[in-house]
């Protein structure tokens, strides 16, 4: 399955004004303009920042990585002997930085900080980095974009893959896979980049690190706690030891798995069993404002589940009337002051609803044009972000009053929503 944050294609282009017409703007309430937001979609050909103010193209990201926090993308080009490492400012597709390394490479994960970037050869075609391939040996490139440093190059013996850099860039976490040539089951392992060596991951409570059948679905980092959420379904259940009894026949499992870059642990929370069985696009996740909490919702089932993301234990469950039978796309987002829980599906039609998360009931439910490919809010909290296949409508937050749309071409997914520098 591709990766909604990690988006990997051959090349990059900048081009400004190409890929969106002008918005069409409509009335809107009084302090809830969109014109000093900033819009970072992900699109069939990689990020692409947008002005939804104007509908202009900020910075075309075709081919390229966009960092954590959304502020910067990463984009390398090779000739097959060395590769170029550009860095680009999103709000305004400024090149701010250029390295060129030798060999032929692709950017995996970025820090961040935005001052360590993880490259390796590019994958076979039509293959992306959540999905593994056989391979004895793995050379990972650490770069510095800034070219403050020498690009470091580390070669390893057995398959892995980057996950994510620590919060101090130290260390890179890796997802190393077993058998190397003949990939089952996974480990997080972390790979120390001043001695070059690969140790295991203790989990939470420093128990020792398990071998994991899984299937990647979604990932959502927070900030807040600095800690990966990684959403797996699986049917084996060795290692699904801590939610309840797992013994429920073959049905496959889902599990969050927790990888905390800052402490340097990992754990993987079970769910309750409502959540287990789904098609990948039927469930998704989101974390409140403060970082406490992590929503799982499950369109198909109607399900939403919430965890503390302190003790990593469900807190509550509850079943809901969304509109998703068969589980064909589910996005989420969180209001800015915890309140609301947007959930954006596709069943008979395509709609948003706003769900109380003291009562959980349903509040509103808006009804979209379009199938809703992912959710965004702006950094006030006053403009609802949902993407479109043809574009990105703006939502006023608490009314759903449509306040303008962006015609954006191919949207996958919404990355993130920030703001103009002063």
């Not at 944050?5 to 900048?14: E, G, I, K, T, Y």
């Not at 002997?81 to 994960?109: F, P, Y």
């Not at 999905?131 to 690009?151: C, F, L, N």
């Not at 829980?341 to 009931?361: R, Y």
Request: charge should be negative; proline fraction near 6%; hydrophobic fraction near 40%.
């Amino acid at each position: 399955m591709r990766a909604k944050v990690l988006v990997v294609v051959p090349a990059f282009v900048l081009i400004l004004g190409a890929c969106t017409a002008r918005g069409t703007v409509r009335p809107e309430p009084a302090g809830s303009s969109p014109a000093s937001d900033v819009l970072l979609v992900d699109t069939d050909r990689g990020p692409i920042a947008v002005s939804p103010g104007t509908g202009t193209v900020l910075s075309d990201g075709s081919g390229a990585v966009a960092g954590p926090d959304g502020s910067r993308l990463y984009a390398a080009t090779s000739d097959g002997r060395h590769t170029e490492l550009v860095t680009i400012e999103a709000a305004t597709g400024a090149v701010t930085s250029s390295i060129r390394m030798r060999g032929e490479l692709d950017v995996r994960v970025a820090s961040v900080t935005g001052e360590a970037v993880a490259l390796m050869a590019p994958l076979p075609a039509g293959v992306d980095p959540w999905t593994p391939v056989p391979r004895s040996r793995t050379t990972i490139v650490v770069a510095d974009p800034a070219g403050s440093s020498e690009p470091r190059r580390y070669q390893l013996k057995g398959n892995f893959e980057p996950e994510a850099f620590s919060i101090e860039d130290s260390r890179l976490f890796l997802i190393q896979y077993l058998p190397a040539e003949a990939p089952a089951v996974y480990r997080v392992t972390v790979l120390d980049l001043r001695d070059g060596d690969v140790y295991e991951v203790h989990g939470r409570f420093k128990t020792a690190p398990e071998r994991m059948p899984g299937i990647r679905l979604r990932q959502v980092f927070d900030a807040q706690t600095s800690q990966l959420y990684t959403l797996y379904t699986t049917k084996p259940r060795a290692y699904a030891q801590d939610y309840g009894s797992w013994n429920y026949g073959d049905e496959p499992e889902t599990f969050v798995h927790v990888l905390n870059l800052q402490k340097g642990w990992a754990y993987c929370a079970g769910l309750p069993k409502e959540l287990w069985g789904q098609p990948a696009a039927a469930q998704t996740m989101a974390t409140s404002p403060d970082g406490k909490l992590l929503y799982i919702v499950d369109s198909t089932k109607g399900v939403v589940a919430v965890m503390d993301t302190h003790t990593l234990e469900i807190l509550r469950t509850e079943h809901l009337a969304l509109t998703s039978p068969d589980g064909v796309r589910t996005s989420a987002q969180v209001s800015a002051d915890g309140r609301s829980l947007f959930v954006g599906s596709v069943g008979d039609g395509s709609t948003v609803d706003a769900i109380d998360t003291t009562t959980f009931a349903i509040e509103h439910r808006w009804t979209m044009a379009a199938m809703v490919l992912g959710l965004g809010l702006s950094e006030d909290g006053l403009r609802l972000y949902v993407g479109q296949r043809e574009g990105v409508t703006v939502l006023d937050a608490l009314t759903g009053a449509e306040l303008t749309a962006v015609p954006v071409l191919g949207v996958e997914s919404i990355l993130h929503v920030g703001t103009l520098d002063a």
